[in-house]
């Protein structure tokens, strides 16, 4: 019962900040669920006047395209966040670890991108996660990489940062 209720609210607190803002993101940490910070900051970027465009590229590295993105990139000074797939990462660490050197935001897109292995179970989707953080890791050489931002692959909307 417990569960499903805090589901309930989760979900309830979710579904108030998608619907009031064009933009989503939600922290969570390990020891505390929505905390003062989180909802100043919150607060703050729907407040604010400033606009702001971030560009993201996601389902790399990929040998066809990632490296002329790169080179586009570092020509015109712009910086992006690449949400990278783990399997590809492993396929690509060079790529990845020039995304990272050259001042790119190095984010998690899932291990397999495949909905079937993901959205399974609650272990699958941790593993994904998790096996996608070691690829970065390893690719980076960064020990223990965390983005903290996971976009979800094939069309679910929602970003979370954890």
Do not use: Q
């Amino acid at each position: 019962m417990f569960i499903f209720l805090f589901s309930l609210l989760f979900f309830s607190i979710l579904l108030h900040f998608i619907n009031s803002s064009s933009s989503f993101a939600v922290e969570l940490s390990k020891n505390s669920f929505f905390n003062a910070e989180i909802i100043n900051t919150l607060d703050d970027i729907a407040k604010s006047d400033e606009k702001k465009a971030y560009l993201t590229f996601d389902d790399g590295p990929t040998s066809k395209c990632t490296e002329k993105i790169l080179d586009i990139l570092k020509e015109e000074n712009v910086k992006a966040t690449f949400f990278v797939v783990g399997k590809h990462v492993e396929e690509y660490p060079e790529i990845v670890k020039r995304e990272y050197e050259e001042g790119h935001y190095i984010a998690n897109h899932g291990y397999s991108h495949n909905n079937r292995i993901l959205y399974k179970n609650m272990e699958n989707f941790e593993k994904e996660i998790k096996n996608t953080d070691l690829a970065i890791s390893k690719a980076i050489g960064v020990e223990n990489y965390s983005s903290h931002i996971f976009r979800f692959p094939n069309r679910i909307h929602v970003s979370y940062l954890f």
